[in-house]
């Protein structure tokens, strides 16, 4: 009886509904007119105090060769809360947007997220192939669309501690991840139940040394030509899982490492376990080189090329290759406007040198890597190499964007504690997953 | 005073400093910490070495925080009156009108006040920020608040209850009509009762995590300071003294709202469950 | 008094109820029963915030239900906080409530000690839990340690991440203090009095004075306990980030459940599937199970004899 009454109330208000549906992406081929006076709004995620000073001070520049546009900065935007504003389509939100996220590439690309770039690049006669290396094409478009272009680009690579090289009796950094293994033992320093000094911290927690920055170094293949999951039956992965398990292991377990990784500071500021001296081995990005020489650590610093699998040692100089890109709201409506600043930080020579200075990147375009202005340590050009080498490579896009690489991650950290006892199994459980999240989103 | 007497007062009060000690260390520790150097929180002294009081001005500093007090304020302040003055009328009808449907509305009123928000997130979502335009800003939070709360309907109505029908009879009586009995009569007896749901209800807002985190988290300008104080833990990762100190200029609001309001804050809770 | 008029009262008398309630009336329709019908359509929808949502059949169902990885551990953590977190908080509340009508000294500074933790904002109470409780240099573990017990990782470590979550949510008992205090002092004294008299120690006064008579009220607790069980989100998700130290800003996405799913609940699930994956209708489907499961206990919390609707209905 009473739920009759309710059923009924109900069934009564469902008279009143509405779906909420609402076309909310336009076609580009915009129409405002870029030499009007007008404000734009720019997000980008930087956050720590000098790379946002470097946007600002780029972002001036622009500013004074179009005087009669404003840009309005929004610093500090990840990619959840980027790809929220974009769907909403709000007056408030961005015109022009950018990303550290090249895996999410396939899906702002495929979900019309970024606006198609393809008219713009046309109407300014642009010649990409002249203007940008392969690799950061193929990073910034999906599937042929292409909604990004590249904005600096990130080489990763080995940080060691020189100093400690020294006292351990290294010579010269590992080229074969057997030899990283022995280094990275001979580095660490006990200190009651915990370490005075650990040699290389191999945890998928420990900043940048996430699956997909290992992977590299194995040169894998994410993806089957028909867009199924190939970890399982790629070798590199099993490889690599089976690898970094064995390190964690020869390093004191997981448990002892991700006790300690809880003393470490902020990756974006002083403390950064590398300058403080916790580690003697960092994975990471070219930036580390200008923020570790920022913070004084009082060590020499040493950069070299990841190590490579022993059966690939003629790869060696090789890495995993990344960087910010750089896009337009299909909501905005000031796209032309919001074209000239793409155009303006991507593809102006003096705009991508100086931006690359004064946050010790790597310049995106094929002009900027030979410019005379383009200073930098002699130790930065490890990373312009790594950059240019042939076997470089980077993570696929793919529509769900970083969905399947949090599998993998996820897959990591089980067996990094040792829960997985079938790697094997584990990965063919883990292609399914990935499989299923793709097929879902599409 | 017998000798078993003695003992059990002793054994009852040691077991309530047990307890008095479980509860207030953490906000010991917490307000301690806060006082330390950025490198004696990370070490395992219990005791600041030197009382850096900069910290709570460090942290006022940060680029924003008085932003996300105003916010708070904003969200609360507004949020709790919209909410008292929506829902005193509809706890009145549900308490002292006769009516068919009274229990059907009783029933949803609970319903409603059972319901995650999470449930309906997805619709209400699309409603605000694509066809309002509200997204980036904390009026998709405040607004709905001026159609009445269930929580605040239902815990005004159980307060209601208690007065006994005779009072209004003979406002009736008098010749006022049913609003106005509601304001000359009603109001000045339920005190308490609307204390309680305000104090209630600018908790929750001050509170409210989901509500901002989903529709203010890309822009700064209108974080309140729940929200924004988990990225102010996201911006100083290991300065836990610093966190500390940001932690303590959140509680501490609520804390000395709750001195000044115990009474009402406590018959408030009881009403919830005794009633029943 | 003829018809006509009897007619007119009535039917102003109705046009006075409905103005008294109209603002929630509105609110029902716009705020509840229009986005819960609205859910359930776009749980059949797949819609990503762009173009038009295009039907999709069952597809989410079986997405959620037979391949969303999250979705079971979800309702396993769920089943695990029904049963431990919110038996603790039941049990706690009643031994403190208990405490607090035999402390007959300084009874207000007690009170208003055991109350305070309930009023700390969940997000500043978690970040103060984690510090406490972390592994690396938190007061907990290094008291553990001096004396000689291997410390847990809490909030790091997938197997003791919910007891830490419950330890947070024992402390904020102050709610349940009060509604069972109250309910202690309500029991009448002569039953003890008389029990006493029949020579009743004070376990077997508990058992069959205090207990048959509080029974309802611990049965309340009980349901609003599982009920906000159900709507467990800020702790978890706040606790997770803030252990796993990605919080937001440069490319590292959060997922939500850190360590290892052990703290994810149906709501963040609405999260990740609504906000981070942009999976709308696959969220939908989430949101429903959670509809299902609360209004399930809020029918049970409505069935008990005199219930919340029954209130005052005297």
């Not at chain 1, 896009?397 to 584990?426: H, P, W």
């Not at chain 2, 509170?207 to 203010?216: H, R, V």
Request: hydrophobic share 45%; glycine share 8%; net charge neutral.
């Amino acid at each position: 009886m009473r739920r009759n009454r309710l059923g009924l109330a109900v069934s009564t208000a469902a008279i009143s509904v509405l779906a909420t549906a609402c076309v909310g992406s336009t076609e580009s081929g915009a129409t405002d007119d870029p030499e009007a006076r007008t404000t734009i709004t720019f997000w980008h995620g930087w956050t720590a105090p000098a790379e946002v000073k470097a946007i600002d001070a780029n972002i001036a520049r622009f500013e004074k060769k179009h005087p009669n546009i404003t840009v309005k900065v929004v610093s500090g935007i990840n990619d959840e809360k980027l790809n929220q504003a974009l769907r909403a389509g709000g007056s408030k939100g961005p015109d022009v947007v950018s990303s550290f996220t090249t895996a999410n590439v396939g899906k702002f690309c495929s979900s019309g997220a970024f606006a198609d770039l393809g008219p713009f690049i046309e109407k300014s006669k642009l010649d990409l192939k002249k203007t940008f290396s392969q690799p950061l094409l193929d990073y910034s478009q999906f599937e042929g669309k292409r909604c990004a272009l590249p904005l600096l680009s990130d080489a990763y690579g080995l940080y060691y501690n020189k100093d400690a090289f020294k006292e351990a009796g290294i010579e010269k950094p590992p080229r074969t991840w057997e030899e990283f293994d022995k280094a990275a033992v001979k580095l660490t320093k006990a200190k009651g139940d915990s370490y005075e000094r650990l040699g290389f911290m191999p945890n998928y927690h420990g900043y940048e040394t996430v699956p997909s920055h290992y992977m590299s170094q194995w040169s894998p293949t994410y993806f089957t030509k028909d867009g199924k999951s190939n970890i399982a039956k790629d070798p590199a992965f099993k490889e690599m899982y089976t690898w970094q398990r064995g390190l964690v292991e020869k390093l004191g377990g997981y448990a002892k490492l991700e006790k300690y990784q809880k003393t470490f500071g902020d990756e974006w500021g002083a403390k950064h376990p590398f300058h403080t001296g916790q580690v003697a081995m960092q994975l990471d990005g070219e930036w580390r080189l200008g923020m570790a020489e920022d913070a004084d650590p009082g060590f020499e610093i040493g950069v070299a090329p990841l190590p490579v699998p022993k059966d690939q040692i003629d790869s060696y100089g090789k890495g995993y290759l990344s960087g910010t890109i750089m896009g337009i709201a299909p909501a905005s409506e000031k796209q032309n406007a919001a074209w000239e600043l793409v155009k303006y930080m991507t593809t102006d020579t003096d705009a991508v040198v100086r931006f690359a200075n004064a946050i010790k990147n790597v310049p995106s375009t094929k002009a900027a890597l030979k410019s005379p202005d383009l200073e930098f340590d002699p130790r930065f050009k490890t990373f312009l190499d790594i950059a240019q080498h042939p076997d470089s490579n980077t993570s696929d896009g793919a529509v769900n964007g970083i969905t399947y690489q949090m599998s993998l991650q996820n897959f990591g950290y089980e067996v990094e504690k040792g829960a997985v006892r079938d790697i094997q199994a584990g990965l063919e459980k883990t292609a399914a997953e990935i499989d299923t999240d793709i097929a879902q989103a599409k | 005073m017998t000798r078993t007497t003695v003992l059990r007062w002793v054994g009852v009060h040691a077991i309530g400093v047990a307890a008095a000690l479980f509860f207030l260390l953490p906000f010991v520790f917490v307000l301690l910490t806060s006082l330390m150097s950025d490198q004696q929180a990370l070490t395992r002294d219990l005791t600041p070495n030197t009382w850096e009081w900069g910290n709570y001005a460090k942290v006022f500093d940060t680029p924003g925080f008085l932003t996300w007090w105003k916010n708070s304020l904003l969200y609360a302040g507004l949020g709790t009156l919209l909410t008292v003055v929506s829902s005193i009328p509809v706890a009145y009808a549900l308490a002292k009108f006769r009516f068919r449907g009274r229990r059907l509305s009783l029933m949803l009123v609970v319903s409603m006040m059972m319901l995650p928000p999470q449930v309906v997130i997805i619709p209400m979502y699309l409603f605000w920020v694509k066809q309002l335009d509200l997204g980036g800003t904390l009026w998709p939070l405040i607004i709905p608040m001026a159609f009445g709360d269930a929580f605040s309907i239902f815990l005004l109505r159980q307060f209601l209850l208690t007065i006994p029908d005779e009072y209004l009879d003979s406002a009736r009586v008098d010749g006022c009509g049913e609003f106005r009995a509601l304001i000359k009569v009603v109001l000045p007896m339920a005190k308490p009762g609307i204390a309680a749901v305000a104090l209630f209800q600018f908790f929750y807002c001050w509170n409210d995590y989901f509500g901002p985190q989903i529709y203010a988290s890309e822009n700064p300008g209108a974080w309140t300071l729940s929200y924004g104080l988990e990225s102010f833990k996201g911006a100083h990762h290991t300065d836990w003294n610093l966190t500390m100190a940001a932690t303590v200029l959140v509680m501490a609001p609520v804390i000395v709202l709750f001195f000044f309001a115990q009474k009402a804050f406590v018959e408030g809770v009881t009403l919830t469950g005794v009633k029943g | 008094m003829t018809t006509y008029t009897l007619r007119a009262k009535r039917r102003r008398s109705a046009l006075r109820t409905a103005a008294f309630l109209s603002p929630w009336l509105v609110g029902f329709g716009v705020f509840f029963a229009y986005p819960l019908l609205s859910t359930v359509y776009f749980s059949f929808m797949k819609y990503d915030g762009f173009g038009a949502p295009t039907w999709n059949g069952t597809a989410n169902w079986s997405y959620v239900f037979g391949s969303y990885t999250m979705f079971w551990p979800a309702l396993r953590n769920t089943l695990w906080l029904v049963l431990v977190m919110v038996t603790c908080r039941v049990a706690f509340g009643l031994g403190i409530g208990l405490l607090i009508t035999k402390i007959k000294t300084g009874t207000g500074v007690f009170r208003t000690l055991f109350y305070l933790p309930y009023l700390a904002p969940p997000v500043a109470a978690t970040l103060a839990f984690v510090f406490l409780l972390n592994p690396g240099t938190g007061p907990v573990n290094s008291a553990l340690e001096s004396l000689g017990i291997a410390a847990p990782g809490w909030f790091n470590e997938p197997g003791w991440s919910k007891p830490a979550l419950t330890m947070l949510a024992v402390w904020g008992i102050g709610d349940l203090m009060v509604i069972f205090m109250a309910a202690l002092l309500d029991v009448p004294k002569e039953q003890y009095e008389a029990a006493e008299l029949d020579g009743a120690n004070s376990w077997q006064r508990f058992r069959f004075v205090t207990l048959p008579n509080i029974s309802p009220i611990v049965l309340f607790a009980v349901v609003t306990g599982v009920i906000q069980t159900m709507q467990y989100y800020t702790q978890p998700i706040v606790a997770s980030k803030v252990a796993s130290g990605i919080i937001g800003g440069s490319g590292q996405q959060f997922e939500p459940g850190y360590p290892e799913k052990s703290t994810l609940t149906l709501p963040q699930l609405v999260y990740n599937l609504g906000f981070q994956r942009f999976d709308y209708g696959s969220a939908c489907v989430v949101a429903l199970v959670l509809f299902t499961l609360a209004m399930a206990c809020t029918a049970l919390l409505m069935r008990r004899r005199g219930g919340l609707v029954g209130a005052g209905e005297r």
